[in-house]
Structure formats: C-alpha cells, structure tokens
Nanobody, 124 residues
Framework: QVQLVESGGGLVQPGGSLRLSCAGSGRTFSRVSMGWFRQAPGKEREFVAR????????DYADSVKGRFTISRDNAKSTLYLQMNSLKPDDTAVYYCSGSELLMAGRRQNDYNYWGQGTQVTVSS
C-alpha cells in the first residue's frame, strides 16, 4: 500500500505559478511510477503528467506541455508538479496517483493509489 497526500493548491491569477507536492508513505515510494490527474467542475478526470519510478521517462498531456513540469525526489518520497503560465482552464482538483506497473500509462485504471486531491483555482 502507498498513501498519498497532496498539498500546494490555492488561488492564483492567470499567468501565475504554483507547485504541487505529493507526499508518499508506505510501500517503497521509489519503486512506484507516478502520475498527476485533474478534474474540473462538470468534467471527467483527465491525465496531466506521468513519470517513471526512476524519473527516466516523463510524459505530458498536450494541454500542459511546455508549462508544467513533473518531477520526483525518491529520497523524500515526494512527487511534484510545477505549474507555470497558469490559465483559467487549469482550474481543477489535482490528484496524484501511484501505480504498481513498471511504467503506468495515461489511463486512470493503470493506477492503484490516489491522493485526496488539492484544489487549484486560476482566476483574476
């Protein structure tokens, strides 16, 4: 089992930045591939970014490519999402997720563990 707790959400103006963190505990965090998803009001949860257990493979949704950066610090059992140039369309609850797969894909079903989510609101 892996327990995940997100933090770092909040209210930010368009064009601003936020960094989300996801603290992991339980099973060896460094052996788990990780991802970020988000769910906007009235919409389905969608893939944002994913990273291999080693950090050697990274993938982004087209909507965030070039603005968001996913990273991990296995020594601290923490996953990050640096979000720059934020837009109102980025407003959503952001979830971190962990997978037992060697490298999880973009599907939610690939992930076994989920955090409780953190709200990100982009508004002037």
């Amino acid at each position: 089992q892996v327990q995940l707790v997100e933090s770092g959400g909040g209210l930010v103006q368009p064009g601003g930045s936020l960094r989300l963190s996801c603290a992991g505990s339980g099973r060896t965090f460094s052996r788990v591939s990780m991802g970020w998803f988000r769910q906007a009001p009235g919409k389905e949860r969608e893939f944002v970014a994913r990273i291999a257990w080693s950090g050697g493979f990274i993938d982004y949704a087209d909507s965030v490519k070039g603005r968001f950066t996913i990273s991990r610090d296995n020594a601290k059992s923490t996953l990050y999402l640096q979000m720059n140039s934020l837009k109102p369309d980025d407003t959503a609850v952001y979830y971190c997720s962990g997978s037992e797969l060697l490298m999880a894909g973009r599907r939610q079903n690939d992930y076994n563990y989920w955090g409780q989510g953190t709200q990100v609101t982009v508004s002037s």
